[in-house]
């Protein structure tokens, strides 16, 4: 993979509303994908991944990503937010058999009441 | 499962001293572990590659005699900051991969003085 692009780098959203945070890659080969989170002063936790089959992807909180090869993006969804919700969220990836990844810049999600 | 713990969560040097970092993959055994730094609200940068019973690989511009690392078995690696300055003054987290998959540890704040 080349670069990952996370177009926003912040974004408000009022508790119980819908969000997306969005991210695009560039790569010539086929490549896995990967959101992961980061709360305040901590290490970077696995949200989800796509690696092969259902192009839809889903975590045990919420969220959901789905894979567009076409459109070469990797868009992170949740219905409806919660406080909790609030830290920085990168979008990674990596080429098919290559374990190093490529973050994106990040995309701070801000929670309003 | 796949988790991945860090030692010590903070440290505070004088300049000149030495800071040794441990990162240790607690259920899972990892040939391949990755150091990266990360400057406040920035993304993470890739330090190096440490395979386990090899040299470590790493990124263009890393010093590689400033920050030593030693892979010594598949269940630990650690980082060495030697001579550290206030420039060197960071957050750094460590992660192994499993199953193409890269997880994280908690971080190491490291403050020199």
């Known amino acids: 993979a080349q670069s990952v692009t996370q177009l926003d780098s912040q974004v408000p959203v009022f508790e119980e509303a819908p969000v997306e945070l969005r991210c695009n890659y560039s790569?010539?080969?086929?490549?896995?994908l990967f959101w992961y989170v980061q709360y305040p002063n901590q290490g970077l936790q696995l949200l989800l991944k796509?690696?092969?089959?259902?192009?839809l992807v889903e975590s045990i909180n919420g969220f959901e990503a789905e894979f567009n090869k076409s459109q070469t993006s990797f868009h992170l969804r949740k219905p409806s937010v919660h406080i909790s919700d609030t830290a920085e969220y990168f979008c990674a990836v990596s080429d098919i058999g290559d374990d190093k990844i490529i973050f994106g810049k990040g995309t701070r999600l801000h929670i309003l009441p | 499962g796949a988790v991945v713990s860090q030692h010590p969560s903070w440290v505070i040097c004088k300049s000149g001293t030495s800071v040794k970092i441990e990162c240790r993959s607690l259920d899972f055994q990892a040939t391949t572990m990755f150091w990266y730094r990360q400057f406040p609200k920035q993304s993470l940068m890739l330090m190096a590659t440490s395979n386990e019973g090899s040299k470590a690989t790493y990124e263009q511009g890393v010093e590689k005699d400033k920050f030593l690392i030693n892979h010594a078995s598949l269940t630990l690696s650690t980082l060495t900051v030697t001579s550290a300055h206030p420039e060197d003054s960071s957050f750094y987290i460590c992660?192994?991969?499993?199953?193409?998959?890269?997880?994280f540890g908690p971080g190491t704040r490291l403050t020199v003085l």
């Open positions: 790569s010539s080969v086929s490549v896995y």
């Open positions: 992660s192994a991969s499993d199953a193409y998959t890269q997880y």
């Open positions: 796509y690696l092969s089959g259902s192009t």
